[in-house]
């Protein structure tokens, strides 16, 4: 069963920084539409960042000029780098893949980021 690991999550202060990947060993990212989402107990899942093949990105109006997505193919790694963190960003994060509008619902186990005011 295909699935992604994230990893680079913690326990961190408003104003501070985390990088996040998302990463797999079984298939080939690069192929692929990559998009970051996170969720908070008892809310509905969040799409935060994404990125296509081609490296158009695009993002949440919550997270826009704080969170960069990236991808490095040749690592088969796909980076979610969140600066000037608030506590509103505290949540798990998780990667997933898409094709076209189509999610393929990879979810991996997510990353834990706390952010504390």
């Known amino acids: 069963q295909v699935q992604f690991v994230e990893s680079g999550g913690g326990l961190v202060k408003s104003g501070e920084s985390l990088r996040l990947s998302c990463a797999s060993n079984t298939i080939p990212l690069s192929l692929y539409t990559i998009e970051w989402h996170r969720q908070v107990p008892g809310k509905e899942r969040e799409l935060v960042a994404g990125i296509t093949t081609s490296g158009i990105t695009d993002y949440a109006d919550s997270v826009k000029g704080r969170f960069t997505i990236s991808r490095d193919n040749a690592k088969k790694v796909v980076y979610l780098q969140m600066n000037s963190l608030k506590a509103e960003d505290t949540a798990v994060y998780y990667c997933?893949?898409?094709?076209?509008?189509?999610?393929?619902?990879?979810w991996g186990q997510g990353t834990q980021v706390t952010v504390s005011s």
């Open positions: 997933n893949a898409r094709v076209g509008s189509t999610p393929l619902n990879w």
